[in-house]
């Protein structure tokens, strides 16, 4: 499996963007899929994740009501919409994927996933 993240860029505080993960081959039913975010120094932070069969995502604190998970079957693509960006949120975005079914209670951890997107840099700042 490929991850192949994009979307990144520069934007004003209080702007929007909007990742993307497309997935190669393809993602099956019980995959588990998920952004995380780092800063130079810091450890990998968890941001959303979902299983590619649907359901309810589950958002890190630093993300909630700002950050929407989605995605799109047909273009195997998942997405990060974010919203009210913040200066804090600079940094790159991973997606990542695992095919081990795991359990919610684990989805934010990056131990839990198998494949790696090369990272997308998201830089908020006027």
């Known amino acids: 499996v490929q991850l192949q993240a994009s979307g990144g860029g520069l934007v004003q505080p209080g702007g929007s963007l909007r990742l993307s993960c497309v997935v190669t081959?393809?993602?099956?039913?019980?995959?588990?899929m998920a952004w995380f975010r780092q800063v130079p120094g810091k450890e990998r932070e968890f941001v959303a994740a979902n299983r590619w069969s649907g359901g309810s995502a589950r958002y890190g604190d630093s993300g909630k009501g700002r950050f929407t998970f989605s995605k799109e079957n047909a273009k195997k693509t998942i997405y990060l919409q974010m919203n009210s960006l913040k200066r804090e949120d600079t940094a790159v975005y991973y997606c990542a994927a695992t095919a081990r079914g795991i359990i919610q209670g684990v989805m934010g951890d990056a131990d839990s996933y198998d494949y790696w997107g090369q990272g997308t840099l998201v830089t908020v700042s006027s």
């Open positions: 081959p393809e993602a099956a039913r019980t995959y588990v």
